[in-house]
């Protein structure tokens, strides 16, 4: 059962180690996207620990030293939760858990917290529940029994709370109800999908909180909710709209991250579906983001699970309004110039530059350069409609020859 709990603030601490593959830099920066994880299931980041290693302890996963080093710290700072960047063997989960007794959550576990309490619709609610028994499955074992249960607070949310489902064979049998719930729903959504006709489908896809639904708002009118915390939108929204006399779907949905868990796009599958089926893809970028490049990779890479990579996109660089490049003085001549201190011209004249037409830089807050996001959305539309309906073709010109209208 999903839980909608309100939290009160949870102190937490967080874990991330160092490594051959990921450096010191690397490692705050993913801290830091596990602190806005945090945040946005309701707790507050006290102190973070790291630890260099080549590879993780297989059964505390950080160091003896450093545990107690953690350990220490919990207890003295009042902290209900540990959080590790590293998704936990569930053998590990359970000795951390042993030795900190308090509540061991992983990134994987985290965002299933966040997902559980975001759930609005029970389609939504369904997929995430199965995710969360999926995630539970190998965990059983000892996971929790220990901890007071009634005290809910981060990663308490949904399965595990009650001692009757700490049974495998319950958790089992709930897996495949949900399964079947699921694809019932999925063929509903199915039909619905073949209902809409042969509209040009184009989905918004991107990393969470890059201003997908914002953007969706200005151009459809529709009222999706939106806001400053990570994955606002679990369901997916499709709206008609039309550009100069130009008709099509326009779908909003669920936003990625990395290391999105494997079960959220498994049971997510039909939610994505809508990626998966879509004529054309805005991949919206949240560009004044120090990390906007990595988070394109990871969209990339799940666009390539859910088999929807190599259409065709349009880069939307949002956010336009917040960019601000490092400074570098000018007579410091020790620091390294790092695309870190571009301007936009200067990105514009990168990888961005081969990607040809298909770039647009906007500000969906702003509604800066909405026309140029228009017109471009218009003439890739077009030219997927008239493939579909040649015969009216001569119905929408191209964008520029509008008459009116014209820019
Ligand atoms: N400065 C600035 N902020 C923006 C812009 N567009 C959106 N935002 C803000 O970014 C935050 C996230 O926007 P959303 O539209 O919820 O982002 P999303 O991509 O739908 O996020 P998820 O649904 O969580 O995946 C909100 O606080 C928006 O107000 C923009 O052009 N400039
Ligand atoms: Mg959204």
Not at 357 to 371: R, T
């Amino acid at each position: 059962m999903i839980e909608k709990t309100d939290l009160s603030f949870e102190r937490a601490v967080l874990i991330g180690i160092v490594t051959r593959e990921q450096d010191e830099d690397k490692l705050e920066e993913y801290l830091d996207e596990l602190e806005f994880l945090t945040y946005t299931a309701g707790g507050e980041v006290i102190k973070r620990f790291s630890q260099k290693m080549d590879v993780p302890n297989p059964k505390t996963f950080i160091g003896t030293g450093k545990m107690e080093e953690v350990r220490e710290f919990v207890k003295e700072n009042d902290i209900g939760a540990v959080i590790f960047d590293d998704e936990l063997s569930p053998a590990q989960q359970k000795n951390v858990e042993k030795i900190l007794k308090v509540k061991i959550l992983d990134r994987t576990g985290l965002i299933l917290d966040i997902f559980a309490q975001r759930a609005k619709t029970s389609y939504a609610r369904t997929q995430v529940e199965l995710a969360q028994y999926e995630y539970l499955l190998p965990r059983l074992a000892g996971m929790w029994t220990h901890l007071e249960r009634q005290r809910g607070g981060i990663g308490m949310r949904g399965p595990g709370e009650t001692e009757i489902e700490t049974d495998r064979r319950i958790v089992r049998d709930k897996i495949s109800l949900l399964k079947k719930k699921l694809a019932t729903i999925d063929k509903q959504m199915e039909v619905q999908r073949g209902n809409r006709g042969q509209l040009v489908r184009v989905a918004l896809v991107g990393y969470t909180n890059v201003g997908k639904s914002t953007l969706m708002n200005v151009v459809s009118k529709s009222d999706v909710f939106a806001e400053n915390k990570l994955f606002a939108t679990l369901d997916t929204t499709v709206r008609k709209v039309v550009i100069r006399n130009l008709p099509f779907l326009l779908t909003d949905t669920v936003g990625f991250i990395r290391k999105l868990p494997t079960q959220l796009v498994e049971s997510f599958k039909s939610t994505l579906d809508e990626v998966r089926e879509a004529d054309l893809l805005l991949h919206v970028v949240d560009i004044s983001h120090p990390n906007f490049e990595d988070h394109i990779d990871s969209v990339n890479q799940i666009l390539t699970e859910i088999e929807a990579l190599g259409k065709p996109t349009i880069m939307v660089f949002n956010k336009i309004d917040a960019y601000k490049p490092e400074k570098l003085d000018e007579d410091d001549l020790m620091t390294e110039r790092t695309s870190a201190h571009y301007s936009l011209k200067e990105w514009k004249k990168t990888w961005m530059n081969r990607m040809g037409e298909n770039v647009l830089f906007i500000s969906a807050l702003n509604k800066d350069n909405l026309e140029d996001f228009r017109k471009k959305v218009y003439e890739a539309v077009r030219e997927i409609h008239i493939t579909r309906f040649p015969y009216n073709n001569f119905l929408y010109p191209e964008y520029d020859k509008y008459g009116e209208q014209k820019e």
